[in-house]
């Protein structure tokens, strides 16, 4: 049974710091995955989709990075602004069925 | 291009009561989503349509949670009677469907917050 565990829980940040956030999954048989955020009280915006064949995907100041073999992925986010404060969901998708999620990363970003 | 569409947003109700949720998908996705979204988790799925027909219900708690998507287009999700338990946001999804791993990237509704009192 795929399970997706995301770290850390909770991160604070001054802003203009570079961050990190990570996303692990255990089986390695994943069509591809995305990266979710979703603000409080609000639905999901897709950040970006790594489809399987990729190793990593570009948009603005977020590049996400995939390791199927070891079963990891990670969201780079540079210069970070107040306005990326949200919570941010990493999920798998295995051939067509729907998405497994992790639990979430919730970011703070201070000015 | 119109996203998800869903509604209410916002819903109130006592235990024991009855509501439903509707979700008009993005236009001419075959595949529709709903999942449930306990405060604090990440969204769990709960029933996924190809078209009119169910792929996967699996977690679908059927004694009390149905739903439907007629002529393979807007979907609705009833839960009857809801339970202190219920209380969640409720996300509709929906993707072109394909066996493409592009196809399948799935594009997510504002949700509907549901209190159970």
């Known amino acids: 049974k795929q399970e997706v565990t995301q770290i850390p829980a909770a991160l604070s940040v001054p802003e203009g710091e570079n961050l990190v956030l990570n996303c692990s999954f255990t089986?390695?048989?994943?069509?591809?995955l995305q990266w979710f955020r979703q603000d409080p009280g609000k639905g999901l915006t897709s950040l970006l989709l790594?489809?399987?064949?990729?190793r990593e995907q570009t948009s603005g100041r977020l590049n996400a990075s995939l390791d199927k073999s070891s079963g990891r992925s990670t969201l780079y986010i540079a210069a970070s602004q107040p306005g990326d404060s949200a919570t941010y969901l990493c999920?798998?998708?295995?051939?067509?069925?729907?998405?497994?999620f992790g639990k979430g990363t919730t970011l703070s970003v201070s000015s | 291009e119109a996203g998800v569409a869903q509604s209410p947003r916002y819903k109130i109700i006592e235990k024991r009561q009855s509501v439903a949720f509707w979700c008009n998908p993005i236009s001419g996705h075959a595949t529709l989503y709903w999942y449930q979204q306990i405060l604090g988790q990440g969204p769990k799925l709960l029933i996924q349509f190809q078209n009119n027909g169910v792929v996967d219900d699996s977690q679908l708690p059927k004694d009390r949670f149905s739903a439907e998507r007629l002529k393979g287009v807007d979907s609705t999700l009833k839960i009857q009677p809801a339970k202190l338990e219920d209380s969640a946001v409720y996300l509709c999804?929906?993707?072109?469907?394909?066996?493409?791993?592009?196809?399948?990237?799935?594009?997510f509704g504002p949700g509907t917050r549901l209190t159970v009192l």
């Open positions: 790594i489809q399987s064949s990729q």
């Open positions: 999804a929906s993707s072109s469907g394909g066996r493409l791993a592009s196809y399948n990237e799935q594009f």
């Open positions: 999920a798998v998708n295995q051939a067509g069925t729907a998405l497994i």
């Open positions: 089986d390695s048989a994943i069509y591809n």
